[in-house]
């Protein structure tokens, strides 16, 4: 068991849960190449190019960006900066794109035949999408509130406890006046 802990890096139970990953993708890709295997083929290729090459510039100059204006420089500039509240902000974000990424073409109403085909008007999609991004940002929101407002609470408590044990402590060696 150490042997492969030291020549995986994790345990066994890792190591079957990603060989479960490994053959349900393995599966779906057969499942998928069965029918048009030329535009799958394309249609991956050009996902790993367009994310490589567009999308993660972009969202990693985004998520630059928006550190940088959430950083405020204390005393020390050399020191880290404070971010709180980046990562309530990443959260929603990140899902809303994925899922914009996922259904754009209905969220957009491009394709012509989903109405045709699936008796659903795709008009539906952009305002639910709205809604979800919305959602999602109101519920990071009030996640934010929550913990930051638990945070200062408690550290308050910390203040009035140490400083109620100075107190104590002056009393006992008679210095306090």
């Known amino acids: ?3 492969l802990r030291h020549w ?12 479960a990953c490994f053959a349900l993708a393995g599966y779906a890709a057969t499942r ?3 029918y048009e295997p030329a535009r799958v083929i394309v249609w991956f290729i050009g996902a790993a190019v367009v994310h490589d090459l567009v999308l993660f ?13 959430a950083s405020h420089p204390r005393d020390n500039p050399k020191a880290e900066p404070a971010r709180p509240g980046i990562n309530y902000v990443r959260f929603p974000a990140f899902v809303s794109a994925v899922l914009f990424l996922v259904w754009f073409p209905l969220i957009l109403q491009r394709p012509d035949t989903y109405k045709a085909t699936t008796a659903l008007d795709p008009a ?12 999602l940002f109101a519920a990071s929101a009030l996640a934010y509130a929550v913990v930051h407002t638990h945070r200062r609470r408690s550290q308050t ?21």
């Open 124 to 135: 539906r999609f952009m305002p639910h999408w709205l809604l979800i991004t919305a959602g």
């Open 1 to 3: 068991m150490r042997r």
């Open 57 to 69: 510039p972009l969202y990693s100059t985004a998520d630059t960006a928006v550190q940088a204006a």
């Open 32 to 34: 998928l190449l069965t």
């Open 157 to 177: 408590l910390r203040r009035r406890r140490r400083h109620g044990r100075t107190r104590v402590h002056l009393r006992r060696s008679g210095g306090e006046s």
């Open 8 to 19: 995986y890096g994790a345990g066994p139970l890792n190591l079957l849960a990603l060989a």
